[in-house]
């Protein structure tokens, strides 16, 4: 028997080009503080507040990263609470000064002040009037060229000068960013690569200079949303683990808007690589720092291919890897044993009729692309009621991913990894 049309159900996964924004600017407000691995893009978020989060007042995005979900939250009416999980410290910080308004003429005051004490100190240290104290972890000196770590650690002791706790944190986002900007990495990577050694050569950065620029612009923004932000919406930054019992009460959240990990912090998207030079800068002790990606979801390796996850797509997608490859499909698992500890706690926080959204990556392991979007929905669905709604798929113009990566982890055997991604749209029932 054919379906007529009206028996037909409407396709609930399919491309959207209109979720790709292509030529939109993604750095408006306080979304350009601070660079991070796999940002989502502001208009993805704006986007999803505005079809699932109208009638909505409690917002949660589980792993929040720099923290777009919740600026675009404070950025809306609605919002009576968002709250923001992450375990990268660098992550809660930058997210918690991107939602915190401060007046801006405060900071205009405390920028003149931080400004002259440094240009003051960098005078008084090049005529050796003073000492400065230079941070002491392993290869800085690789890392960063002799001058840039002097003028760095007069800018930072600065800074730890200023006693309003909203304010430091503000100059210290702007500190950390600088800190990528003038060290030897190589340019608008996650990884720690160091320049080639020509380019180092030529490699002078005027690091004051960086740090001004970097606070004035995130000063202007600042002055804009202290204006338009919701002086209702309590952002509560959390250090937790979505993995596990978190401080949030059950049944309380009703929009979850999130990119979670690709679960592959090892070989693309290297979360701790990318926030050690800025988290070393800012005196967080050595394991925390290198420890970032081992707690990420996946960092530890499953020991067997044996699960009782309830998704038939990544069992039939492990097989398939774990034919050319058992360890690699043990990795993968490994991610998706504790995203469904995520999905555990997802649905002891969310309350009935909540929409939850998560944007994706379909990631190629050994040549076999992982259905993420598809496995998600199957895990939500294995133990409770949750509707699909919508999967959009989008490409990706902007957001910063490596496009390449090196699926069977020989150098250079490279394959075109991630150029869209999966936007997937369900109800708790
Ligand atoms: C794709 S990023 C999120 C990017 C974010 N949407 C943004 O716009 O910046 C994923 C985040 O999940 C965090 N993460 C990894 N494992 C986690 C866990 N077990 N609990 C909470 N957050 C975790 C990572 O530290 C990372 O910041």
């Known amino acids: 028997m054919q379906l007529t049309g009206l ?3 409407a396709p609930k996964k399919f491309k959207d080009e209109s979720w790709d924004f292509r030529y939109e600017f993604t750095k408006y407000s306080n ?6 691995p796999a940002m989502m893009i502001p208009q993805v978020a704006r986007r999803l507040i505005r079809m699932y989060g109208g009638d909505k007042t409690i917002i949660l995005d589980p792993f929040m990263g720099s923290g777009t979900a919740l600026l675009e939250a404070k950025l809306h009416k609605n919002f009576t609470k968002a709250y923001g999980i992450d375990i990268n410290p660098l992550a809660l910080l930058i997210a918690n000064v991107k939602t915190t308004p401060i007046n801006p003429v405060t900071l205009k005051v405390e920028y003149a002040k931080l400004i002259s004490r440094c240009d003051t100190d960098k005078k008084m240290v090049n005529f050796k009037e003073k000492e400065i104290q230079k941070p002491d972890f392993s290869n800085i000196d690789f890392w960063f060229k002799p001058q840039v770590i002097t003028d760095l650690a007069i800018i930072k002791e ?19 960013e600088t800190v990528r900007n003038v060290s030897n990495t190589r340019n608008r990577e996650f990884k ?23 606070a004035l612009k995130n000063m202007s923004s600042m002055a804009d949303f202290f204006k338009e932000q919701n002086p209702n919406c309590d952002v509560k930054i959390l250090a937790e683990d979505t993995r596990n019992l978190t401080s949030l009460p059950a049944n309380s959240v009703d929009l979850i808007i999130t990119s979670p990990p690709y679960g592959d912090s090892g070989t693309t998207v290297a979360y701790g690589q990318f926030s050690r030079l800025g988290l070393q800068w800012l005196d967080y002790d050595r394991d925390t720092v290198l420890n970032i990606d081992r707690v990420s979801l996946g960092g530890v390796p499953t020991k067997t291919l044996e699960n009782e996850l309830g998704s038939p797509t990544l069992k039939e997608t492990l097989h398939r890897i774990a034919l050319q490859d058992s360890k690699r499909a043990r990795d993968v698992l490994s991610f998706y044993v504790d995203f469904d500890k995520c999905v555990q706690e997802l649905h002891r926080v969310t309350k009935k009729g909540a929409f939850l959204c998560f944007v994706v990556g379909n990631r190629t392991v050994k040549g076999v692309q992982i259905p993420t979007d598809e496995i998600i929905l199957e895990l939500f669905q294995a133990k409770n009621h949750y509707k699909h709604h919508n999967t959009f798929i989008r490409n990706i113009p902007n957001k910063r991913m490596p496009k390449l990566n090196s699926p069977t982890n020989i150098s250079g055997n490279h394959a075109v990894t991630m150029n869209e991604e999966w936007i997937v749209i369900i109800e708790k029932e």
Request: cysteine-free; aromatic content about 14%.
């Open 7 to 9: 028996q037909m159900e």
């Open 31 to 36: 979304h350009g503080y601070h660079t991070y």
């Open 158 to 176: 600065n800074i730890n000068r200023i006693e309003d706790l909203n304010v430091k944190n503000f100059f210290l986002v702007a500190f950390s």
């Open 192 to 214: 720690l690569y160091r320049m080639s050694p020509d380019k180092l050569k030529t490699h002078n950065p005027n690091t004051l200079e960086e740090f001004k620029d970097r």
